[in-house]
T-cell receptor
């Protein structure tokens, strides 16, 4: 079975601080995808990044960066110089393939609050 | 514009009634999903479908039913057998193959269901 753990339920920072959101996953599959989604108060899930299991290259997109380490089954997300608009719930997710098709398993989410 | 449309945004149900949530996508995606989110919680998979006329139960399918008669549409019926249906419901879809847009799961804006 697949599992995604986001140990940090809530994080509160002051604007301009850097913050890292942790994600640890479990799967026996060798082929899988990892995702991060942002959920603002309006509710919709906004796709941020996808990483496949064969690509351990870290990625940077503006103030966002992701650190994927297969050795520790982690896919951590860092926001540099946080802003109030970054306040949201962030979800890490794992996609694997089963005989019945593919499914996406989510972590419980991390509520990030950035205070001015 | 291409995307996933869920309706209605807000729905109130009386106890004992069945209600149907609509999900339509014009992205030509093969797979579609329904997730349930309770306040302060992660997303749990209700049903998913990889192709037309085929669907699979997720982790919390009891009290729900779906159909997939067209590629674009995946309606979810919340039946009276679902004892605690008040939640936020999210529909998602994805395609398969190569490229970033494929294999990424995109979400609709969600539907809030309240039992009164």
């Amino acid at each position: 079975a697949q599992k995604v753990t986001q140990a940090q339920t809530e994080i509160s920072v002051v604007e301009k601080e850097d913050v890292t959101l942790d994600c640890v996953y479990e799967t026996r599959d060798t082929t899988y995808y990892l995702f991060w989604y942002k959920q603002p108060p309006s509710g919709e899930l906004v796709f941020l990044i996808r990483r496949n299991s064969f690509d351990e290259q870290n990625e940077i997109s503006g103030r966002y960066s992701w650190n994927f380490q297969k050795s520790t089954s982690s896919f951590n997300f860092t926001i540099t110089a946080s802003q109030v608009v970054d306040s949201a719930v962030y979800f890490c997710a794992l996609r694997v393939w089963e005989t019945s098709g593919s499914r996406l398993t989510f972590g419980e989410g991390t509520q990030l609050t950035v205070n001015p | 514009d291409g995307g996933i449309t869920q309706s209605p945004k807000y729905l109130f149900r009386k106890e004992g009634q069945n209600v149907t949530l609509s999900c339509e996508q014009n992205l030509n995606h093969d797979a579609m999903y329904w997730y349930r989110q309770d306040p302060g919680q992660g997303l749990r998979l209700i049903y998913y479908s990889q192709i037309v006329n085929d669907f699979q139960k997720g982790d919390i399918a009891e009290g729900y039913s779906v159909s997939r008669e067209k590629k674009e549409s995946f309606p979810l019926t919340v039946t009276s057998a679902q004892k605690n249906p008040t939640a936020f419901y999210l529909c998602a879809s994805t395609s398969f193959g190569q490229g970033l847009r494929r294999n990424t799961i995109y979400f609709g804006e969600g539907s809030w269901l309240t039992v009164v």
